[in-house]
């Protein structure tokens, strides 16, 4: 068996992995028995040197079963899962797993929270009372069966080598390897047993990728390394310059979801709802193409029968489910309300997703450390839309705070909004898919 340094030296010097030698890495990590400077001196060798899509499948694989898995034998549904890659006011999740499962495919979507400016799934379901995010095995797999979805945390057991990887990238910093990137997103997703994955890959200033070249690549890694796991997959880029939708907090984007399920959302967020559902759809052979998979997540945005699978996910793990009917009575609110008037009349040609996502971070929006607390209530409700004409003094953000928003976050907000004398042209979040 060749030797813990020995494999991390090939990979320095740029040699190919073997499966067993990436095996013996991954269950050290597993087991215990390799230290976190072996560790950090192997992520260290992939950031540099990176790996080849053969490696970078057995890797993944490796990862995936250090942990256990669902099985689903004998179910009469597909089942299918989404995985975004982070962005600004993304609460895509929560109407799309419902809206999946009006359509006839199963959806244990096992999601995260929110670390520095991107929001967490998790914490945006826990704003609803009594919402129970963690759940075992068997209850994801029985409430998938009776309902059709479920979106819930990371059990202890699912890819453990993941969670000793990730904590030790961030402090190497080498978070932004795309290899590494590819097996922790994946060992995760694939644990869930899924026949198909789609992937929302953000680019742009709220984006984890800057430009389309580093999307690009992350796409393509994704994709073909899922599909050499087994799982149908397809991921689409999209833009993340601009905030999603209306509103960047965690129970204001439970509103904005519940208004979506309603057929009443943002055109935006639905339409990313509607394109990434629709891609699975295609994928699982539900549909003919993904547009006509769009037009039936839509459907069930517009007849009630996605927020039907929404109110019965949230009663099978003990929520609320009075905020399908009135989510801003049903959740928790802020004691103060301040909108901040447009200095200049135009028409709304840019709005920063980031420095939003930041502002309402240090509100309480958000963390910084995983052990920091979230306030369910806090964050920014958009007033405008892109391309919307907008007079001088007219309110275009409403912000919902603690008493503690001070004059440099009011001057940090007023510096993200960028008017025009021209209207921009419409444009699309979507901008490519990978197939």
């Known amino acids: 068996m060749t030797s813990l340094p020995e494999i991390i030296r090939k990979k320095r010097d740029g040699l190919l992995l073997t499966e067993a030698e990436i095996r013996t890495v991954i269950e050290g990590i597993t087991d215990g028995s390799v230290g976190e400077e072996q560790i950090g001196a192997f992520l260290m060798a992939v950031y540099f040197q990176g790996m080849e899509p053969e490696e970078t499948v057995v890797l993944t694989r490796a990862m995936l079963e250090s942990g256990d898995s669902l099985t689903w034998e004998g179910a009469s549904l597909p089942i299918v899962d989404k995985h975004s890659t982070g962005g600004v006011g993304d609460k895509i999740s929560l109407p799309l797993a419902p809206a999946l499962a009006a359509c006839g495919v199963g959806v244990p979507m096992v ?72 097996g922790s997103i994946l060992s995760k997703k694939a644990s869930a047993g899924l026949q198909a994955l789609v992937l929302d890959v953000k680019v742009g200033e709220g984006a984890f990728m800057n430009d389309m070249a580093q999307a690009r690549t992350l796409a393509n890694s994704l994709v073909r390394v ?41 055109h935006d967020t639905e339409e990313l709802v509607c394109a990434l559902g629709g891609e699975l759809l295609h994928l699982v052979k539900k549909v003919q193409s993904p547009e006509d998979g769009f037009k039936a997540i839509q459907k069930t945005l517009h007849d009630g ?62 963390r910084n450390r995983k052990e920091d607390d979230v306030d369910p209530a806090v964050g920014l409700e958009i007033l405008v839309s892109r391309g919307e004409s907008l007079e001088q003094n007219q309110p275009w953000i409403r912000v919902h705070h603690r008493n503690n928003l001070n004059s440099d976050h009011i001057a940090r907000l007023q510096a993200a909004l960028s008017t025009s004398h021209d209207m921009p042209s419409a444009s699309s979040r979507i901008l490519e898919a990978v197939r």
């Open 226 to 266: 899922s599909n050499g796991l087994g799982i149908q997959t397809s991921a689409l880029i999209t833009e993340m310059d601009y905030p999603i939708g209306r509103t960047i907090g965690n129970a204001l984007e439970v509103i904005e979801s519940v208004e979506c399920l309603k057929g009443e959302g943002p």
């Open 111 to 182: 999601s995260g929270r929110g670390l520095g400016h991107t929001g967490g799934t998790l914490d945006k379901l826990e704003s609803i009372s009594g919402y129970q995010t963690r759940l075992s095995t068997q209850e994801i797999k029985e409430i998938v069966q009776d309902v059709g979805c479920v979106i819930c945390g990371q059990t202890e057991r699912i890819a453990p080598a993941d969670k000793t990887i990730y904590s030790i990238r961030d402090i190497t910093s080498t978070v932004e390897s795309v290899p590494l990137i590819t």
């Open 305 to 366: 029968s996605a927020l039907q699978r929404f109110r019965a996910m949230i009663e099978a793990v003990g929520g609320d489910p009075s905020v399908c009917d009135d989510p801003t009575s049903a959740l928790p609110k802020a004691p103060k309300l301040e909108e901040i008037k447009a200095p200049s009349k135009g028409f709304v040609k840019h709005i920063s997703s980031r420095e939003l996502a930041l502002v309402a971070l240090e509100l309480g929006a958000g």
